[in-house]
């Protein structure tokens, strides 16, 4: 028998009184520091046996989805956090039966203060109500999700934006993902959570078009387009969509 399996027989034989599974579930938490800039955060905490095995199983379970994607697989802990993510999204957009999407108003509010935004390409001025401050990448992201809403700020006060916004008319969100009928990348089969996204972004067309929209799962959306920087290759076909890797800064050297 291995150390494993000697640990496993042990623990089969150690008494679990009442008072100690009392004890650990008192103990129970879930923490979570953000960095001094807000622009991510570390977490971490305590459950009792039971509770962190159901929550093992499900983000492994969820996990398994972004296993047999084309291209690369992501490391075993990142998928986990994107496991994480997707599993709190689903929970947020659909009502408590967990049938149908929610009806709330927009998932969040972003300030963003045009003449800072605008002198930094996106890189500064951007602010989540009540959160954290917002890259380009973040930004575009939160915009494609339909369920935002923008206000502008001109020294420091709110100006009048009309009532149509950067985020794609949902009319149009249902028609793109009908005509496409799944995501559009190149060899992938996934249907997870389908969403259109900008081929030429809004930034540069400033057109909700529908033939400058495409149709992508979760995870070529959110993990590799808006989180990794990957890029659309607007030549590709239409329904074998390339992807463009994030440009690199130049290399530096190494010391001898």
Request: proline letters at 9%.
């Amino acid at each position: 028998m291995d150390l494993a399996g000697v640990g496993r027989l042990a623990a089969r034989h150690r008494r679990l009184t009442p008072q100690a599974e009392v004890t650990a579930y008192r103990e129970r938490f879930f923490a979570m520091q953000p960095t001094l800039d807000n622009s991510a955060a570390r977490f971490w905490g305590q459950l009792p046996g039971f509770e962190s095995r159901v929550l093992e199983d499900a983000l492994e379970q969820r996990a398994d989805m972004f296993r047999d994607l084309p291209g690369p697989s992501s490391p075993a802990g990142a998928r986990r956090a994107d496991a994480l993510i997707s599993i709190v999204q689903d929970s947020l957009d659909t009502d408590r039966d967990g049938t149908e999407p929610a009806s709330r108003d927009p998932l969040v509010t972003i300030f963003v203060d045009a003449a800072l935004a605008g002198s930094t390409r996106g890189e500064a001025g951007a602010e989540v109500e009540f959160g954290p401050k917002v890259g380009p990448l973040t930004l575009e992201r939160i915009l494609c999700s339909g369920a935002v809403q923008v206000v502008g700020l001109e020294h420091g006060q709110p100006i009048p934006t009309s009532a149509a916004t950067r985020a794609i008319p949902p009319g149009v969100r249902r028609y793109v993902v009908f005509r496409d009928g799944g995501c559009t990348i190149d060899g992938c089969r996934s249907r997870y959570r389908l969403q259109p996204h900008h081929i030429r972004s809004w930034s540069e067309s400033r057109s909700h078009d529908a033939d400058n929209l495409t149709t992508l799962c979760w995870y070529h959306h959110h993990v590799k387009i808006h989180g990794a920087g990957y890029r659309l290759d607007p030549g590709s076909p239409p329904r074998r969509r390339r992807l463009i890797p994030p440009t690199r800064g130049p290399k530096v050297p190494r010391g001898p």
